[in-house]
């Protein structure tokens, strides 16, 4: 079983900043692409940022400038550092990884439960 957990997520106010964190656990052979996605309310999920498991990143251009994935393979982990937080930024952040369970196994995609993060003064 594979779990991914987030943590950091909460209220800030605008042009405040916060740092969300992604860690994998259970039967993982490698992880290969992680990245995080958000869905605002009555709005469809949309890709935030990427990053592959050499470090290639890939960002909306909403967030460009503003946000960062980084990720620690030894951890299984990522994160993304999130400044200038506007309104617009308040959803549901999410994780998503490419995980390969055993060594003779395929990819399986995984999410994350979600993590709230409200931008508001």
Do not use: H
Request: aromatic share 10%; hydrophobic share 30%.
């Amino acid at each position: 079983q594979v779990q991914l957990v987030e943590s950091g997520g909460g209220l800030v106010q605008p042009g405040g900043s916060l740092r969300l964190s992604c860690a994998a656990s259970g039967s993982i052979f490698s992880i290969y692409a992680m990245g995080w996605y958000r869905q605002a309310p009555g709005k469809q999920r949309e890709l935030v940022a990427t990053s592959t498991r050499g470090g290639s990143t890939n960002y909306a251009d909403s967030v460009k400038g503003r946000f960062t994935i980084s990720r620690d393979n030894a951890k299984s982990t990522i994160y993304l550092q999130m400044n200038s937080l506007q309104p617009v930024d308040t959803a549901v952040y999410y994780c998503n990884a490419d995980i390969q369970r055993t060594a003779v196994s395929g990819l399986s995609n995984y999410w994350g439960p979600g993590t709230q993060v409200t931008v508001s003064s």
